[in-house]
């Protein structure tokens, strides 16, 4: 069973940065696209960015120029940057990827931003 593992939420003030981490375990990580998704209360769950197996990227608007996707292969971890952070951003932010037609999800971690 693949497992997602996420850390770094918290809070934070906007203009703040914060760094989420997401560590997968049970997978040949560097063949499978990661994502990070965020749900904010009220909300529909939402696709913040992905980035393919071979490094290629891709964001939502409302976080083009402030957020960065990267990974590391040897560490079977992806991690999303957060720059510029506004209050807009607060959510549950969630690390996923899929293996033929089956998702995968992590637990989750929280980011708010407020003064």
């Known amino acids: 069973q693949v497992q997602l593992v996420e850390s770094g939420g918290g809070l934070v003030q906007p203009g703040g940065s914060l760094r989420l981490s997401c560590v997968a375990r049970?997978?040949?990580?560097?063949?499978?696209?990661m994502g990070w998704y965020r749900q904010a209360p009220g909300k529909e769950r939402e696709l913040v960015a992905d980035i393919s197996p071979s490094g290629s990227t891709k964001y939502v608007d409302s976080v083009k120029d402030r957020f960065t996707i990267s990974r590391d292969n040897a560490k079977n971890t992806v991690s999303l940057q957060m720059n510029n952070l506004r209050p807009e951003d607060t959510a549950v932010y969630y690390c996923h990827t899929m293996t033929g037609f089956t998702e995968h999800w992590g637990q989750g971690t929280q980011v708010t931003v407020s003064s």
């Open positions: 049970r997978i040949t990580f560097r063949l499978f696209g």
